[in-house]
């Protein structure tokens, strides 16, 4: 589902952050993403986003080659994939029901369709009272649970999570993580990116660790 | 059977461009407030930037709703005196032979009814000539003593102006000491003058229109800087490019239609206004009489009011250009 075959990234004239990552995906798989600060954990995720494009070597996303697609196949292709930002990036103007219900709008389904499930969803994740709430006033953990609801709502193929348990505690990164798991569950492949050792042990998956540029895969 | 197919999906796609134009959207929003959705508008409806460009959009539309109706006001007045004075000449019969005069203006003005392209002849009476001496020569009897000459009004047809040197020649070689004026020189001279009015004008006009572009455009352009976010996490969450652009559009026109309204409304009262302060204007005094004469009554018509609907239309567009140039400038830097 996923190929990524000598890709390196540089940003600018600087050096390269990426060298070399050779990596494939199936459908359906779980997998960490570690490696200390600065490793090229973020970079990783924006080139699976298609937010950047490699500096050398090809990406295959859904079968697809990213580089030669125009500009609405790839919106059409980041529709398949949820992303959580490690600063969360909520619309400060809309509340966390309309933050988490904003990519089945774009997606151009009627409200009256998705209402429940996106209030279902924020339930789930302990934000049924903060519903109303704009992101101004929730503590961090709350923006990360709202960003988390924002990426899983659209049942994406693809999972993206930038450090999506840094700000709660251990009892609701867990929860989260049963979350993704979930989700893997049916169907959808996650890769999250991490340095919490304690989270990578609750859970038997293989991880993707970043060093120096390289990936390498245990 | 084929023909209707064939318009049924004419009107569809005629249909479906319009439902997708940002000018539909606002016009239904402010024809009749639409049944609102629950959510707020994705575009931040009402930001610090956006204020700050309804206030300059407002002045803008304003300074140049005035500018274009006065030039439109002036070239209009321009036109009437240029049609007035063409369709009328003046004819002078001096008094030669006293005793055959009064039988000399009737002559020349028969003859002047005979010629092609003459409308009316009306002698003015010798009181009347009287009368326009009056500034010069003041209320005296001297005058009914003094042999003052005649002047014919003649009333041309505007549609096919005739030749007057033709008319000119043949009064001078029937009758002696009459001479033809057709304003000529006066005529020309005006012609200069409201010319280079309205081309000072149009100048201004430019000048307002280009200000009113740069500031309209750089105003937008930073009302957008504040929107990135916005733009770069619709982009994230897979909107296409044009479902950005359309929503920032939309948002965009909305603004530049209310704001060019309130600007083009404070400039209509502005014109409705000013023949009250012409009247008052015009008691006083000679300068004021001939500005007077220059705007004419001061009463902008219809066709100027229309003039306004197309500089807010223009303002309004032109806000929405640039939201549109700025979401794809910002998206590009992602893509
Ligand atoms: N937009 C950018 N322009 C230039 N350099 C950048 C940019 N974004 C990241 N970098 C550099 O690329 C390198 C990798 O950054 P990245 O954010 O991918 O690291 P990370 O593994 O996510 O780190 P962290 O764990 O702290 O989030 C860093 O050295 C960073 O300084
Ligand atoms: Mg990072």
Redesign the pocket.
């Known amino acids: 589902m996923i190929r990524f075959e000598n890709v390196g990234l540089r940003?600018?004239l600087?050096p390269e952050?990426l060298r070399d990552v050779d990596f494939h995906l199936v459908r359906g798989s779980f997998h960490f993403l570690t490696?200390?600060?600065?490793?090229?954990?973020?970079?990783?995720?924006?080139l699976l986003l298609m937010s950047l494009r490699p500096s050398r070597g090809l990406i295959h996303l859904f079968g697809q080659n990213c580089a030669d697609l125009p500009s609405p196949e790839r919106a059409d292709l980041r529709r398949r994939i949820g992303i959580v930002f490690?600063d969360f990036r909520l619309l400060d103007h809309l509340t966390t029901w309309e933050n988490v219900a904003l990519p089945l709008r774009v997606f151009g389904k009627s409200e009256a369709s998705y209402s429940e499930d996106v209030t279902d969803l924020l339930k789930w994740v302990g934000l049924g009272d903060r519903m109303t709430a704009y992101p101004e006033v929730l503590s961090g953990g709350e923006k990360q649970r709202a960003a988390i609801a924002r990426a899983v709502i659209g049942k994406p193929e693809l999972l993206l999570a930038?450090?999506p348990t840094g700000n709660v505690d251990p009892n609701m990164a867990n929860r989260l993580l049963r979350l993704f798991i979930e989700l893997n569950r049916l169907g959808t492949s996650v890769i999250i990116?991490t340095?919490d050792f304690q989270l990578m042990d609750q859970c038997d998956a293989p991880r993707m660790v970043?060093n120096e540029g390289h990936l390498e895969v245990r | 059977m084929k023909d209707i197919l064939k318009l049924d999906k004419i009107k569809g796609y005629w249909a479906e461009t319009v439902a997708d134009s940002p000018w539909v959207a606002v016009i239904r929003a402010l024809v009749r407030r639409e049944a609102r959705a629950m959510s707020a508008p994705i575009v931040q409806p009402a930001s610090v930037a956006g204020r700050a460009l309804t206030v300059v959009i407002a002045i803008m539309c304003f300074l140049a709703c005035l500018t274009s109706g006065a030039v439109y006001m002036v070239n209009q007045s321009a036109n009437d005196w240029f049609a007035d004075i063409a369709s009328e000449v003046t004819v002078q019969v001096i008094p030669v032979d006293a005793a055959e005069f009064e039988k000399k203006v009737t002559l020349v003005s028969l003859f002047l009814a005979k010629q092609a392209g003459i409308v009316k002849v009306s002698p003015l009476s010798s009181e009347e000539s009287g009368e326009l001496l009056k500034p010069w020569l003041g209320d005296s009897n001297a005058l009914s003593a003094l042999p003052v000459p005649r002047l014919i009004a003649v009333e041309i047809d505007r549609s096919s102006l005739p030749d007057m040197s033709v008319v000119r020649r043949a009064l001078e070689s029937n009758f002696k000491g009459v001479t033809l004026d057709d304003h000529r020189r006066w005529q020309s001279e005006l012609r200069t003058v409201t010319r280079s009015m309205v081309l000072g004008g149009f100048a201004v006009l430019v000048l307002v229109g280009a200000a009113t572009v740069a500031s309209i455009v750089s105003a937008t352009k930073s009302a957008m800087a504040s929107n990135r976010e916005i733009i770069e996490v619709l982009h994230f969450v897979g909107a296409r490019e044009r479902f950005i652009a359309h929503e920032f559009e939309k948002h965009f026109l909305s603004i530049g239609v209310r704001a060019g309204l309130v600007g083009a409304l404070g400039a209509t009262l502005m014109f409705l206004l000013l023949p009250v302060v012409m009247r008052f204007l015009s008691s006083g005094g000679l300068a004021a009489a001939e500005f007077r004469q220059l705007v004419g009554t001061a009463v902008l018509d219809w066709p100027g009011y229309i003039l306004f609907g197309a500089v807010v239309v223009v303002v309004a567009s032109l806000c929405m250009l640039t939201s549109r140039y700025g979401v794809y400038r910002i998206l590009k830097s992602h893509d």
């Open positions: 940003y600018g600087g952050v490696g200390p600060s600065g490793a090229g954990k973020t970079s990783l995720l924006r490690q930038d450090e990116a340095h970043l």
